[in-house]
């Protein structure tokens, strides 16, 4: 894993032209192979200037290494996404919410052999989300530990090839779609829910 630390020290005194004494410079943890070549990504912290520049300590025209700079900040971005949306939404508590609401809706099923139609169709509609978000939950999770394998995995090699971003890209899409889901199912089922839950509470069973 790159730190400034152990940089070559051609690199970091290269890279002092390009930040001022009030600014901290850091270093991405792997370096960037694009067409052969090797590049490291740097930031400026609290400033939001970025640097690219090769192995060799030379810092390119912007149209040279635009490409690079492109893969380098969609990389971290969907890295941020993944650290802090992706790790929360698999949080095993949500698939501890979700199974035990499938589990709870079958109890009501077995419990109330006799209910109105609208209602028993409302609960066919409430299971069927309630299956639905366990599916999208296990995408989710999946994805993720897919992401963070492939993040440990670029760490430990300290290089990301360019189709490391593909990969991780559509590790995050899966995730933000399976999240997307879950909410959007959830709005749609909305008057069926309150239909079953309002009939439970009517005969004093808590759902």
Known sequence: M???SNLPEEIKSNLMAYYSKKEKPDVFPSKFEVNGEYYYFFTFAPAAEQVVMKENGEVPWHDEISNVALI????????????HIGFKWANPERMKIFT?????????????KEMPIEVRESLHV?????????EKQRIIENSV???KKLWDRTN????????????????????VQAGYRQNEAQLETDS????VEEFVKK???LI
Do not use: G, W
């Open 145 to 147: 530990e897919d992401a």
């Open 192 to 195: 069926d829910r309150n239909t």
């Open 100 to 112: 035990s609401l499938r589990d709870l809706l079958e109890e009501v099923e077995q419990h109330f």
């Open 2 to 4: 790159l730190r400034m």
């Open 203 to 205: 005969k004093q069973i």
């Open 72 to 83: 380098a900040t969609s990389y971290n971005h969907s890295i941020e996404v993944t650290a």
């Open 126 to 134: 409430y299971k069927r989300l309630a299956k639905e978000l366990i």
């Open 156 to 175: 430990e090699s300290e290089l990301v090839r360019e189709n490391d971003l593909k990969v991780m890209r559509a590790y995050v899409v899966e995730t």
